[in-house]
């Protein structure tokens, strides 16, 4: 049973830094990404990284404001959040994905979920 533990989430104003991290016990992956859920609105992509390649990925809403990065020797993958916005409230969940070759920026391709964080910016 794969078990992904987060933290890092809290209360933030706008243009503030948050940084969650994510791991499951040294445990490494193909993919480790960041999503996140706001009130009243499907679950969107936000980064994701090929563990062993270290390619990353970013929606549009988040780049050059976010660094995803992975430490190897612990297993587990941050997500730096700069210049923080109140339209970036939301529960932000860690996934893991072990589809070797699919899109890492596709929730369908991960199968282990964290339980999820609170991301509160306030204006």
């Known amino acids: 049973q794969v078990q992904l533990v987060e933290s890092g989430g809290g209360l933030v104003q706008a243009g503030g830094s948050l940084r969650l991290s994510c791991g499951a016990s040294?445990?490494?992956?193909?993919?480790m990404g960041w999503f996140r859920q706001a009130p009243g609105k499907k679950r969107e992509f936000v980064a994701a990284l090929k563990w062993n390649a270290g390619s990353t990925y970013y929606s549009d809403s988040v780049k050059d404001r976010f660094t995803i990065s992975r430490d190897a020797a612990k297993g587990t993958v941050h997500l730096q959040m700069n210049s923080l916005k109140p339209e970036d409230t939301a529960v932000y969940y860690c996934?893991?994905?072990?589809?070797?070759?699919?899109?890492?920026?596709?929730?369908?391709?991960?199968?282990?979920w964290g339980q999820g964080t609170q991301v509160t910016v306030s204006s």
């Open positions: 996934a893991a994905s072990e589809a070797v070759g699919w899109p890492v920026t596709m929730s369908g391709n991960y199968a282990y």
């Open positions: 040294g445990r490494t992956f193909y993919g």
